[in-house]
């Protein structure tokens, strides 16, 4: 079976190499445009077109995926169907070109978390319990008729990062059972329950900012939810202060206005009093510096107690 595969980050990765390694024939990978990037500014590739190369696929990265000459050259390539694993919305005229169509693997248990953050906001809002639909793609995005699903568990201590890791592994195992049952003729779809969705927009900066009047747990999943990128964040003496580990305080007679420094050790490092109870932290980064640990971020910049961050 002749498969297109489109991509762009790292969470894509497995299942490219999934679908080459279960012998299904790849005459193409659609991927976004090189863009610049870090302090130089240069060019750097998407992390789907690099693994593309590794494997000798055939690279295709359109600037617009309406474009007349690319949606000429995807139809040459007579693909039965077409795999999407974090990549951008794509137009009918583009996913409709496989005799079988398209199918999108997706990081929760749709139609909940439908949009571009699902890892991320499945943590921010504590949920114990996540994971991953292939469906078949329809003009609304995320609204498509599901083909398999599997539930997968969040570990308390879980950061969006290292979930994200674990679903991209059991991703691929999903996309390839999927193309089998598609081989086979014996796929089953199931409509989506329009009155079960819930959203999971793109995370952007206002998402980011911690609201120390919150519940220590709260913050704590906001902090887990955007670690390690794009980072919960604070301020600390006027400079950004990105938070990436915390741990709800044991200690209920330590309380103070949100924000506020309760315990500074060079041994325990630093709690900060929240809306309810108090939150240790254990991993932060301030602007322009490595991430350390709580303990060396005391005593390197001599936190003391009374202090605000906000």
């Not at 989506?192 to 900066?205: F, L, S, Y």
Request: hydrophobic share 40%; net charge positive; with cysteine.
């Amino acid at each position: 079976m002749r498969v297109i595969f489109c991509g762009n980050p790292e969470f894509a990765l497995p299942s490219l190499e999934a679908i080459v390694s279960a012998s299904y024939e790849v005459p193409a990978v659609i991927t976004s445009p090189d863009r610049p990037k870090g302090r130089g500014l240069k060019l750097r590739a998407p992390a789907v077109k690099q693994k593309a190369l590794e494997l000798g696929l055939r690279v295709l990265q359109p600037s617009k995926l309406k474009e007349q000459g690319f949606l000429t050259e995807v139809k040459s390539l007579n693909a039965e169907i077409m795999v999407i694993v974090a990549f951008r919305v794509l137009p009918p005229e583009l996913f409709t070109l496989p005799s079988r169509g398209a199918f999108n693997l997706h990081a929760s248990l749709l139609p909940r978390y439908r949009g571009a953050a699902p890892i991320n906001w499945a943590i921010i809002n504590g949920e114990t319990e996540t994971g991953l639909t292939t469906f078949f793609l329809k003009r609304k995005v995320d609204t498509g008729d599901t083909i398999l699903q599997r539930r997968v568990e969040i570990e308390e201590e879980e950061t969006s990062g290292e979930l994200s890791q674990r679903l991209s592994h059991l991703g691929a195992e999903l996309v390839v059972d999927t193309l089998k049952l598609l081989q086979s003729g014996e796929v089953k779809t199931t409509p989506q329950d329009e009155g079960m969705a819930t959203r999971a927009p793109k995370i952007v900066k206002e998402h980011c900012r911690i609201d120390w009047s919150k519940k220590a747990e709260e913050v704590k999943n906001l902090i887990r939810g955007l670690s390690p990128l794009p980072g919960a964040y604070t301020h600390f003496r006027g400079k950004t202060l990105k938070l990436y580990r915390s741990q709800p305080s044991g200690d209920l007679k330590l309380r103070g206005q949100p924000g506020e420094v309760l315990l500074s050790s060079p041994k325990e490092g630093m709690t900060i009093a929240c809306g309810e109870a108090s939150l240790w932290l254990q991993e932060l980064q301030l602007e322009g510096k490595r991430a350390i640990s709580g303990q060396e971020f005391v005593r390197g910049y001599r936190v003391e107690v009374g202090e605000v961050l906000g």
